[in-house]
């Protein structure tokens, strides 16, 4: 038994990241979804399954079941079809699902993604959606301004200093995602300093609105297949060699240290496990900058800094493309949008376009660290990528 | 690769069915959990994974992301543990992905269950809720008087005549239901008549009060066991011998057709082909009866009877416990109440029960299919559970 199949993705799809009034969430999935088959070369009728995530569906649209309506719409006869939610993390926990059931030989061809509508929902509603999120009664920028607190506390860094550090953050992320043409910031802010985002107006203390990513729509797709059938639909797949998924351990549960981020080190453990590699095998990450202190949280704790040292390290640049490990290059959720449920297959689609060189920053990665956080630090997925796994 | 592992029940767990205006989502399945847990002898440190299913926890009570609330207030490490969200068979859509990873041995103990607050949420939050699974932008029982025209039509059956056999599905549910202790009904209408169900106030024409299942809270949980592992703990595991999940063919996009269930059918066919049985060799069904009109239509796509003639078959006995094929005696949705998120392992758990010969209804069955349905005909899972499968 103990013998599992490889898994790979084979093509990927992303709508552009911005605003879509006019689109459903199936729509703003589908769109996706069909950029993603032909980017595989596969057939509408080759996908034996499709594994969605979304948060908000039922606050901002107004509807839930939506599998059968993507079902439906595409004009596909009933099949498996599955909706995940785990907030932000939703089609992240959708991919290590779908992943599973590939690894263990159910499935040769399935697709994986998600979709939001928060831009377009307007503020109030798409507010609304997103802090059912948070255990406690709060918005997610005050989740955040108090892990920024924390932060400061913990590791005894002056909240003025720890400003100018995670302003850093915000300006690199800006700029690589005004390259990105399907960032929501493409061609815009490109060339943000400290000032600008100190000096933009205060969302929760001490983050500014440059501190936040933006209310997105947008959809995300990818396909995955079985290693043999991944070889035969193309020369270069981007085998997933490692998964980990864990919840609990919020704020309101752990309070300080949850900025330790506990799922975050048990899912990070369980993906480098099963991949046999550690985190200074990993050329490139992108993690979850929802803001900007949440990126060095993340890097932290998959294991790139020493905890209390992730923001020093974004200040220093360690974090850039030319760095020591290249954190966000595709310009993270801050600089390419926020369209929660299609976050965690966006940022495998970046991904797993920088794997194949299809951007020209970097060229020669080969491995690289998808991570995704749902909640006041709750549910986190870590996916491991590799595009020149000898086999 | 192709040996996979055998799945057994080792232990269930339910909350009463009804009203719980004190008890939150986490509460009522971690309640479940519990009563799970110690049927089964198991302890908490023993689950590997959480396979969570609930409908409208935005809607009703604010809250998404609800795993983490369930881990934290378990008060154990984060962990892996899953939202699924399919309408109304959240539940069994989790079971369905919870047994494949058990069959694939990505765990020896895992649990599976859900939660729901429909009663206590009000009539207008639980109607709200309940309404975003009905792809156009009409309440439930509008859906299923819908259904009941279409069979009217369709099969050629006076509509006067279908709702007095419709009558006998509600009396005969009702019936079971005020036996069953967890029963939202336990204790009341054990004897109503076709006049008492024609007579009840109108809800949606042609459907009566008694024709509708009751809004419902409520929590329930299935211990799931590798094979191996599951005939250590116990000495009468209840093994899954197949399953089918499908989505696709709403009432929106099929019309009529939808009553013939298409999703029902390729998830029936796909239980009946992995435990190598068929609709004959069932002994009981737990069937998804949310209106009288639902639990016919289920049992013609599942194969006990023809096509158009599942009501009259209801009003003749034969779905009866003395009957050919007992169905929903454990009350159904109809008799037990329907905590949406709840429903689907709170069928498992009353067919769990009866397989285990702890009701004296139903002493000899070793075989049985439990069948629920999310949304306007969109979503169908089917488990297959046998109680004394030669290994």
Chains 1, 2 share one sequence.
Do not use: W
Request: hydrophobic share 35%; net charge negative; glycine share 10%.
């Amino acid at each position: 038994m103990e013998e599992y199949n490889d898994v790979a993705i084979v093509g990927v799809g992303q709508t552009e990241f911005g605003e879509h009034e006019e689109k459903t969430l199936v729509d703003l999935y589908n769109d996706a979804f069909r950029d993603a088959l032909a980017d595989a070369g596969v057939e509408e009728e080759d996908i034996e399954a499709i594994h969605y995530g979304n948060l908000g569906a039922a606050v901002t649209e107004g509807v839930s079941n939506l599998p059968a309506h993507i079902v439906d719409e595409l004009g596909l006869d009933p099949m498996e079809a599955v909706r995940y939610e785990g907030a932000c993390a939703s089609s992240s926990v959708a991919l290590v699902q779908a992943y599973k059931d590939v690894k263990a030989g159910y499935n040769d061809i399935v697709a994986v993604g998600g979709s939001e509508k928060l831009k377009s929902a307007g503020t109030e509603k798409g507010t609304e959606a997103l802090a059912t999120a948070s255990r406690e009664d709060r918005t997610f920028p005050e989740v955040f301004a108090q892990a920024a607190e924390h932060y400061s506390e913990r590791y005894d860094i002056p909240m003025e200093e720890l400003e100018e550090q995670m302003a850093h953050v915000s300006m690199k992320n800006h700029e690589y995602g005004a390259e990105n043409p399907k960032a929501q910031f493409y061609g815009v802010m490109e060339d943000l300093d400290v000032e600008d985002v100190r000096d933009a107006d205060t969302v929760a203390d001490p983050l500014t609105l440059l501190d936040c990513c933006p209310m997105t729509d947008g959809g995300s797709a990818v396909i995955l297949a079985r290693g043999e059938v991944a070889e035969e639909l193309t020369e270069d797949p981007v085998y997933i060699t490692g998964t980990g998924l864990a919840a609990g351990g919020t704020m309101t549960e752990y309070g300080e240290d949850a900025i330790e981020a506990l799922p975050r080190q048990a899912a990070a453990r369980e993906a480098f496990e099963e991949a046999g590699i550690k985190a200074e095998d990993i050329d490139f990450a992108e993690v979850h900058d929802c803001f900007t202190i949440a990126e060095p949280i993340a890097t932290e704790a998959i294991g790139f800094f020493d905890y209390g040292k992730g923001v020093e390290a974004a200040a220093d640049g360690k974090t850039r493309i030319e760095g020591e490990i290249p954190v966000n290059p595709s310009g993270g959720l801050i600089g390419k949008g926020h369209p929660v449920g299609a976050t965690g297959t966006g940022q495998v689609y970046s991904a797993f376009k920088t794997l194949r060189g299809e951007y020209d920053y970097l060229e020669d990665s080969d491995t690289a660290i998808v991570d995704t956080l749902g909640g006041d630090f709750g549910t986190v997925a870590e996916i491991i990528l590799e595009s020149d796994r000898d086999r």
